[in-house]
Nanobody
């Protein structure tokens, strides 16, 4: 059964840190890319970060570059998003996504249609 489960969200003050986790069933923890996206109420879902299967290739949205770090532990079927220096504008529901097809590039990771499975999301709220 397809399953992605995010955890680690919560309320934090500006400047603080949170670490999101996404635990995947073996079927969904693919040999392709894993990504994090976020969505604010009334806005479109936006790309945050992505990582290839081996973990050596990562991509970030400009808004989070230098503050967020994506990583994965294939032995645990888990992908992480370490978020530091959080800002109020980082407030959103954060989603984990999995792509089953191989290959990763700058443009592909930023297209939501390129991902095959999505989690239910976890709320991150940053207070000022």
């Amino acid at each position: 059964q397809v399953h992605l489960a995010e955890s680690g969200g919560g309320l934090v003050q500006a400047g603080g840190s949170l670490r999101l986790s996404c635990a995947a069933s073996e079927r969904t923890f693919s040999s392709g890319a894993m990504g994090w996206w976020r969505q604010e109420p009334g806005k479109e879902r936006e790309f945050v970060a992505a990582i290839n299967w081996g973990g050596a290739v990562t991509y970030y949205a400009e808004a989070v570059e230098g503050r967020f770090t994506i990583s994965r532990d294939n032995a645990k079927n888990t992908v992480y998003l370490q978020m530091n220096s959080l800002k109020p504008e980082d407030t959103a529901v954060y989603y984990c996504a999995s792509r089953t097809r191989s290959g990763i590039n700058y443009y592909m990771v930023r297209a939501s249609a390129e991902y095959d499975y999505w989690g239910q999301g976890t709320q991150v709220t940053v207070s000022s």
